[in-house]
């Protein structure tokens, strides 16, 4: 575990919330100078700690206006390797992440389509597709709301 201030961590927090943010609008925000705060962050960047920016997209607004949690068992663990499941399954435009999860399934996906009837599409015609899948379950997502997390 890296050694973190209490303005590491506040830093942290705020480029957890809004990646996009300036070193100079954060230094302002915590009394750093511009330069001080880009040293921060990039020991940060440098330590781990920090992994890369993101942008988060409304995919409702392009048109995506379904996601799913399928999880995934495989039919034959023994004759299907992982590596081959998690290769073909990433190749699929429509799947968002893929967790290897203990439990029921084997797999959890999150799966991003325009509405259920395209759901079904991508279910059909590519996941139940894949070599070694068996079982399944879907749950719709209802709402979502982002929480801060530890940090926050």
Do not use: C
Request: zero cysteines; aromatic letters at 6%.
């Amino acid at each position: 575990m890296t050694d973190l201030d209490d303005i590491d961590r506040r830093l942290v927090a705020a480029l957890a919330e809004d990646a996009a943010q300036s070193a100079g609008a954060l230094g302002r925000r915590f009394g750093l100078s511009q330069p001080a705060a880009w040293r921060r962050i990039r020991r940060l960047e440098e330590a781990g700690v920090l992994t890369g920016r993101r942008v988060d997209l409304d995919l409702e607004k392009l048109g995506f206006g379904v996601t799913v949690f399928l999880g995934v068992k495989l039919a034959t663990k023994g004759r299907v390797s992982l590596e081959d499941f998690e290769r073909a399954v990433t190749a699929i435009p429509e799947v968002q992440t893929v967790q290897h999860v203990l439990g029921l399934y084997d797999y959890r996906l999150r799966v991003v389509a325009r509405d259920l009837t395209d759901f079904e599409r991508v279910l059909r015609r590519r996941i139940m597709t894949l070599p070694g899948v068996g079982d399944f379950e879907a749950n719709v997502l209802l709402s979502e709301e982002r929480r801060p997390g530890p940090l926050g």
